[in-house]
């Protein structure tokens, strides 16, 4: 992976990241495009780049983040991201074989699409008249918040739509839906890029290394890393203030649309051979 390819797929996270759309299945479509997705490098980068994605949340909201009087808000957390890192742990290899295959990408986008043209007639009474302010998510609501995401570990379902959609049926707005989907980005991803960068072993060139370790392993690797954090960092935090606003005026139908033209244009590369498994 050169710079320009880093900074594209850092310039895709940051888009992607926060809207309903799946920034892992994007980052793989791009990846693949340039013919880069079986580098252990760039599997690595496709994690490690969350870090500016995180980073902007965290910057946007810090109010929020850093009132440590509101010991729940951080309860809640804890509590929404215990399935998520369970079933990340036990089924590691398995997720890790599915973000190779574009053609789960192309599915789980065109099928979850069709779901998010129906989701606003579904939940309609939680877009404006459910609950509006972060006290009046339980543990209880969190967690299924939780369970809904562990979902998104399918690549192409898109960890945001999956909570967001998961906010709604346990009675939130739209608005908190999505600002609790980007609150427990941060915890989610962290245990990711932590487990990536200091847990898990990656096989470059045969040689077994710790994430960090194979970002050091070479100056470019390093770049890499360091300037596609910070342009994920940028531009996930102008699409975090856009879709916030157009949530809330317009739903989910656009994207729902977006996701099934993007699938069957993804089924026609992956059919013509431009894209590969």
């Known amino acids: 992976m050169n710079l ?32 880069i997705h079986k580098q252990e ?4 980068f496709e994690v490690a780049v969350q870090l500016g994605a995180i980073l902007a949340v965290v910057v946007l909201y810090w109010r929020k983040f850093f009132d440590f009087k509101r010991w729940q808000f951080y309860v809640k957390l804890i509590v929404a991201v215990i399935p998520a890192i369970t079933l990340g742990y036990f089924f590691s290899d398995k997720i890790d074989a599915l973000l190779e295959s574009p053609t789960t990408v192309a599915i789980t986008l065109l099928l979850g699409g069709i779901f998010l043209l129906f989701v606003d007639k579904i939940f309609n009474q939680q877009a404006s008249k459910g609950i509006e302010t972060e006290e009046g998510i339980s543990n209880g609501k ?15 379902v898109s960890r945001s739509a999956a909570t967001i959609i998961g906010g709604m049926q346990q009675k939130l707005t739209r608005k908190l ?17 932590g487990y990536s960068l200091f847990l898990k072993d990656w096989k470059d060139s045969g040689t077994p290394m710790k994430g960090y370790e194979l970002i050091l392993s070479s100056s470019n690797n390093l770049y890499a890393f360091i300037v596609g954090n910070i342009v994920a960092f940028v531009v996930a935090m102008l699409a975090i203030k856009f879709f916030i606003g157009f949530l809330q005026k317009r739903g989910f139908r656009l994207f729902g649309w977006y996701r099934i033209i993007a699938g069957i244009i993804l089924l026609i590369l992956i059919y013509t051979q431009v894209i590969t498994e």
């Not at 926060?18 to 980052?27: A, D, F, K, Q, R």
């Not at 918040?145 to 192409?156: D, H």
């Not at 839906?177 to 890029?193: D, G, K």
């Open 177 to 193: 839906a999505a600002e609790f989907s980007f609150f427990l980005a941060v915890p989610t991803m962290c245990a990711a890029s």
């Open 41 to 44: 490098f760039t599997k690595l």
């Open 4 to 35: 320009i390819q880093a900074i594209i797929i850092a310039i895709v996270e940051g888009i992607t990241e926060y809207l309903p759309i799946s920034s892992t299945g994007h980052m793989i479509i791009a990846s693949s495009l340039m013919d």
């Open 142 to 156: 969190a967690f299924a918040v939780g369970l809904w995401q562990c979902v998104a570990m399918i690549p192409g």
